[in-house]
């Protein structure tokens, strides 16, 4: 019998696949979602609510500190760019590539089908006292968040 070999991966590896699995994932949910006629905001907000329990520590940070982990949600699932910048009344975020249009592409997906799922963070705002409203174009979503 041949000998076992250890599969080694280095680490760079295994986040790019893993970022692939979980854009994959996530639109793949959202696409059966669709094909059943639910509600994916719906779906976003139920994840909002949830999620919104462990944003206490990040709510009370910094503007800056906040919006890293708002793009840190977008960038690991497939956006390519994310820009931040303080305004009068609080700050935006500007997300680039998301989602991904290859695998938008590939799986088949209709054009904006995403755009409900930028709910997701309305109910992590309103735990924190903040305003939240998003702007979705086929390049970008422009994140902003007020107090």
Same mark, same amino acid.
């Given at each position: 019998?041949? !000998?076992?070999?250890?599969?080694?991966?280095?680490?760079?590896?295994?986040?790019?696949? +893993?970022?692939?699995?979980?854009?994959?994932?996530?639109?793949?949910?959202?696409?059966?979602?669709?094909?059943?006629?639910?509600?994916?905001?719906?779906?976003?907000?139920?994840? +909002?609510?949830?999620?919104?329990?462990?944003?206490?520590?990040?709510?009370?940070?910094?503007? !800056?500190?906040?919006?890293?982990?708002?793009?840190?949600?977008?960038?690991?699932? +497939?956006?390519?760019?994310?820009?931040?910048? !303080?305004?009068?009344?609080?700050?935006?975020?500007?997300?680039? +590539?998301?989602?991904?249009?290859?695998?938008?592409?590939?799986?088949?997906?209709?054009?904006?089908?995403?755009?409900?799922?930028?709910?997701?963070?309305?109910?992590?705002?309103?735990?924190?006292?903040?305003?939240?409203?998003?702007?979705?174009?086929?390049?970008?979503?422009?994140?902003?968040?007020?107090?």
């Amino acid at each position: 019998m041949p !000998e076992k070999k250890e599969l080694i991966f280095k680490p760079e590896e295994l986040l790019q696949a +893993g970022m692939l699995n979980y854009q994959v994932f996530m639109l793949l949910t959202m696409k059966f979602i669709q094909e059943h006629q639910l509600a994916l905001k719906d779906l976003a907000l139920y994840f +909002g609510k949830e999620m919104a329990k462990g944003w206490e520590k990040v709510m009370h940070a910094t503007p !800056e500190q906040i919006a890293r982990e708002f793009a840190k949600n977008y960038l690991t699932a +497939g956006a390519t760019k994310a820009y931040y910048q !303080e305004t009068e009344d609080g700050f935006e975020i500007e997300i680039i +590539g998301w989602p991904n249009k290859q695998l938008v592409k590939l799986l088949a997906l209709p054009e904006n089908f995403t755009k409900d799922w930028n709910f997701v963070f309305e109910p992590i705002a309103t735990a924190y006292n903040f305003s939240y409203t998003f702007e979705q174009t086929e390049e970008m979503l422009l994140i902003k968040i007020t107090k």
